[in-house]
């Protein structure tokens, strides 16, 4: 009886800890964060930033910790983990930006984007694998634009030649007027995609680096006036359309340049088409009391993604308070709003 007390004891013991020695085992890459885009990064001193950035891999959890992930490419800045969208590189107009950037991932890879706006939007940093290299340049013109990067042949007038695992390989890239404190929100479309062919429902698509139900929820005052920058690393047109209130265009931007518009020629709508590797700002007023929705209007983007939602019914987040089977509950970079 002593020997049995003993073997149930260590038996216990062991049952007790395996799941935590497998999850270590089956989780050697750091796990990327959801980035709210609030906080820039690295330092800014004397009309200088300096930002050291890493290529890295890691894996990504759309909904909850618990539930399905993908390994993926991000990027992390240095000391930090890896986010999606990657860290934040927001500025005002006049500043010098020098960049470390740090390639390791397996591959060499090639980073758009960092460069002075408007500019070529065919210059990249190219990375060998385990290279690291500096690079310097002018913030440019005010706008809302994005840096991003590849391991294949894509480049930036052919965003979907980019392999899946590179899909949260993107950042925005913010310049404000000199001596304006903007008060906004910015919001980053990235797309993972299992078989590299659009509209198959292999695709897991994400705001901030959560997928719906998992994405933030905002609230605001009534009569609060609201500024978004919404900027679509996708493959794809996104139709992105407010619930309860118009919002007006402000200014529409690609990886090039950015164009503000002036007032007389900024249009109203509930509804409208963000392309592929363009961004696009917004403003609105929260002008009644409510619970609304934020989220693109396209049809295969509101089916249940086949990663996150397989067919033998296994949820990725299995909780109550996140029932699909709602309407809209599929609704991918939906952002909820309370007013």
Known sequence: MRYDSVFWTLLLVSTLFTPLLSGAEQSPLPVVVANDNRTPAGGLKDGVLHLRLELRQARWYAEGADGVYEDVYAFAEEGHPPQSSGPLLRVPQGTRIHASLRNLLPSAAKVYGLHSHP?????????????????QFDAGEPGTYMYWATTS??????????????????????????????????????????????????????????????????????????????????????AMHLH???????????????????????RKAVTEGIDSGHTSDRTWTGERAGIWLFHCHMIADMSPSLPLHPPDGRRSADAAENDHSAGMGAVHVSEGMKV
Request: overall charge negative; some cysteine.
């Open 153 to 238: 042949d894509a480049h930036l007038d052919h965003v979907d030649e980019r392999q899946g695992e590179e899909g949260l390989l993107m950042g925005a890239s913010i310049v404000d007027p000199p001596g304006v404190n903007e008060h906004d929100r910015i919001f980053v479309i990235v797309e993972w995609e299992k078989n590299h062919v659009l509209g198959n429902g292999d695709g897991i698509f994400a705001s901030n680096g959560k997928s719906w139900p998992a994405t933030e929820r905002l609230t605001y005052e009534q009569s609060e006036t609201v500024h978004w920058r919404i900027i679509n690393t996708t493959p794809t047109v996104h």
């Open 244 to 266: 309860g209130f118009c919002f007006t265009v402000d200014g529409v931007g690609d990886p090039a340049h950015f164009v503000h518009y002036p007032e007389t020629e900024r």
């Open 119 to 135: 500019g070529d939007p065919g210059q990249a940093v190219q990375l060998a694998a385990g290279e690291s290299r500096e690079v």
